[in-house]
């Protein structure tokens, strides 16, 4: 940049210099003459104007290719930018792709609860669904209370539940949501894929759900 500042100063110095020698020429043409030079003074100051107005022309041919030059580094500059954006947009749709064919051809079928039994009878919805996979992983039926506050509290037994602030999903709200598909494939829809594999999680880290709405209470979270 100061390089190329020094290159504009001396070609605008240069015409200043041509501009004062056509005032100098023009002084000297009107000057009393001494004998030794038979010019004629208005050609002098003519020729002089043709230089300034050459190297005028030449500085501003020159300006215009280094406003030309710095648009195309500039240009250059964003298309590159934005390539580097769609690569990294590109990676990532083939990722996701990829993924979602991976888990396709691997696809491991949803929980399906089966008949609601009678003690259950006193939930409904997913709470229903909830009570009878609790009974089948081996629970006691006063576990649901527990799990009835737990996943209130977490989801309002709402299978579509989303947190934006986490990214956490479905009823027991997994985090992430895609935790889920070891129980099922259809787990972002299914509320029976969602509660069992949310029930394995808390026989994993709280022994029951009593233990994770306890834990819930003291903490905010389980």
Known sequence: MLRTLTRLGCRTFAVLL????????????LAPGDGHDDRDPRQTAQDTARAVEEQARST?????????HAADADAAEKAEQLTKIVG??????DK??????????????????????DDCNEYSG?????????????????????????WNKE???NEKAYNSGSGAYGIPQALPGSKMGSSGSD?????????????????????????AWSHSVNTGWY
């Open 187 to 211: 787990w972002e829809t299914n509320p029976a894929t969602q509660i069992h594999w949310g029930l394995g999680y808390i026989k994993g880290r709280y022994g029951d759900p009593c233990g």
């Open 126 to 150: 997913n709470r229903a669904v909830g009570c009878t996979l609790l009974l089948k992983a081996g629970y006691g039926l006063d576990q649901m209370p527990c799990l009835d506050k737990l």
């Open 18 to 29: 041509l501009v004062a020698g056509v005032a100098a020429g023009i002084q000297l043409g």
């Open 88 to 93: 990294e947009q590109a990676s990532t749709a």
């Open 60 to 68: 501003r041919d020159w300006h215009r290719e280094y406003a030309e």
């Open 96 to 117: 996701e792709y990829k993924r979602r064919k991976e888990e396709k051809e691997n696809k491991i079928p949803g929980i399906d609860p089966g008949e609601i039994p």
């Open 155 to 157: 989801s309002h037994w």
